[in-house]
């Protein structure tokens, strides 16, 4: 699903985040650490390879809805965005802090006029955040920042499964509507 909201590109895909051929950025659904791990910050670091972690390690730690930015070393992107998003059932405010991790995310990207950003569905694994719950709050976020976005014009949500990725295209046709 791709939509033009006043020249700004908004797509869900089914795909791999470290694969995201033609996009300035992608980003991390990382650990306070910036460690390599499981799941999309192992993905993502065994795709740059080493020198990301090294990068990471004097950038770390980062707080929960914090973002912040490196090189993205052999991955087809310029940069990658570290995120830390919340914790479902452990972190007070869950929604607040994912969104923060979006808004944060984005503001990274436009600090360094990043045109183009892919985006996983952060805190959705191991962290335990619904997944159509956290849809909605990215979206939401996303569609809010839009009227100050002055680089950014294409934002693509990656996801793993197609069930994900029918959950994310349903959270948008609704925010959308509203």
Do not use: W
Request: proline residues 4%.
């Amino acid at each position: 699903m791709k939509v033009d909201i006043n020249g700004m590109i908004i797509e869900c895909v089914k795909g791999d985040i470290a694969s995201q051929q033609g996009f300035d950025a992608i980003v991390n659904a990382a650990n306070g650490e910036l460690r390599p791990g499981g799941g999309v910050a192992g993905i993502i670091h065994r795709a740059a390879g080493a020198a990301l972690y090294e990068e990471c390690r004097s950038l770390a730690p980062i707080k929960i809805g914090e973002a912040v930015i490196t090189g993205g070393y052999d991955l087809p992107n310029r940069f990658v965005i570290h995120t830390l998003g919340p914790r479902f059932k452990v972190d007070d405010n869950p929604a607040e802090k994912l969104a923060d991790s979006y808004r944060n995310s984005v503001k990274r990207a436009e600090e360094n006029k990043i045109r183009s950003i892919a985006f996983p569905a952060i805190s959705t694994g191991i962290f335990g955040y619904p997944m159509e719950e956290a849809a909605h709050v990215a979206f939401t976020t996303i569609l809010k920042s839009i009227p100050k976005l002055r680089s950014i014009k294409h934002i693509r949500f990656v996801l793993y499964s197609n069930q994900d990725l029918r959950i994310h295209e349903d959270a948008l046709k609704a925010r959308l509507k509203k």
